[in-house]
């Protein structure tokens, strides 16, 4: 492909604020923020795997499930940028995420101790 000046020109030219194209972009103080809630999450980890009752309850590993999973998304939400991309983006990479999580817990329940224990209640 030959080099077109005029069309680097109109490039130049374009105001993408007016387009919508340019997003706010996060401060070094949500950066701070972030990383402050994700080192609280890993340290909530940490001190319940100190307790020895909470460990032998049945809520043990959905808890720590649920914290890694919202440590996940805000990782992903902030240092990756999605949540500040287009909602393009974000569909095309939750949709997915949600599929191999719902085929995962299919897994679980067809193959695990989860369906033992689903089927002993029933």
Not at 12 to 36: C, F, Q
Not at 43 to 68: K, N, T
Not at 89 to 110: G, K, S, Y
Request: proline share 4%; hydrophobic share 55%; charged share 15%.
């Amino acid at each position: 492909m030959a080099h077109d000046p005029k069309h680097e020109e109109h490039h130049a030219n374009v105001d993408h604020a007016a387009m919508g194209i340019e997003h706010e972009h996060p401060t070094w103080s949500t950066y701070w923020k972030v990383a402050l809630i994700l080192t609280l999450i890993t340290a909530v980890e940490v001190w319940v795997y100190y307790i020895p009752a909470f460990v032998a309850s049945r809520a043990f590993v959905p808890s720590l499930l649920i914290m890694s999973a919202v440590k996940f998304f805000i990782v992903v939400a902030f240092y990756m940028h999605l949540r500040y991309d287009h909602k393009l983006f974000r569909v095309l990479f939750t949709a997915p995420l949600i599929i191999a999580m719902t085929t995962i817990v299919a897994l679980l329940f067809l193959f695990g101790k989860l369906s033992a224990r689903v089927g002993a209640l029933s």
